[in-house]
């Protein structure tokens, strides 16, 4: 079954794709787009969020129309400390609300648990998981043989097809499927 796993929010969209057969995944590509707030003076501060929006729903269709994925997963986002973190929360759960198929939702600590199996993991902590696990997803950016930090939301992407795959939601999904 074809996958796509998507990590979102406002500034750093990272996703994943791949296929999935009888608990075994194979990460095809990862990638990801950023986006960020515009210095210009000129242009209304809802202007650019709206702009910054498109630009991921853009990425995301993109990749939908290419992938076609059977099933999609993504990362609930959780608490926010500020306004901007506010704003970045309600513009991922509307962007989750409008994808087909309807995504398996899961929360960041389902994915750290899932994964590395603490729900305190570390960015770099999750970074390493995914890349010892799948070296061989096409899309990594590497630094002396190391994936950059900035990989973090593709890191994040697969793990969260790791974490939706020990839903409930999915287990009906694939009895359906086999």
């Not at 929360?89 to 989750?96: A, D, E, F």
């Not at 309807?102 to 994964?115: F, G, W």
Request: hydrophobic share 35%.
């Amino acid at each position: 079954m074809r996958f796509l796993s998507i990590d979102s929010s406002l500034a750093n969209t990272g996703i994943a794709w791949g296929e999935y057969n009888k608990g075994v995944f194979s990460v095809q590509g990862i990638d990801m787009v950023s986006t960020e707030k515009t210095k210009s003076k000129s242009v209304r501060a809802s202007s650019d969020t709206i702009d910054r929006c498109s630009q991921t729903l853009g990425f995301l269709r993109k990749h939908l129309n290419v992938i076609e994925p059977d099933v999609i997963f993504v990362e609930t986002p959780s608490g926010s400390q500020n306004s901007s973190a506010a704003k970045s929360y309600g513009i991922v759960c509307m962007l989750i609300a409008t994808l087909s198929p309807s995504p398996i939702q899961v929360t960041p600590i389902e994915v750290k648990q899932a994964t590395v199996g603490k729900k305190t993991a570390s960015k770099q902590e999750m970074i390493d998981w995914a890349y010892e696990g799948h070296p061989e997803a096409d899309g990594w950016q590497l630094r002396k043989g190391e994936p950059m930090k900035k990989m973090e939301h593709c890191a994040d992407a697969i793990a969260i097809a790791y974490a939706g795959i020990s839903t409930d939601e999915f287990k009906r999904i694939e009895s359906f499927i086999k």
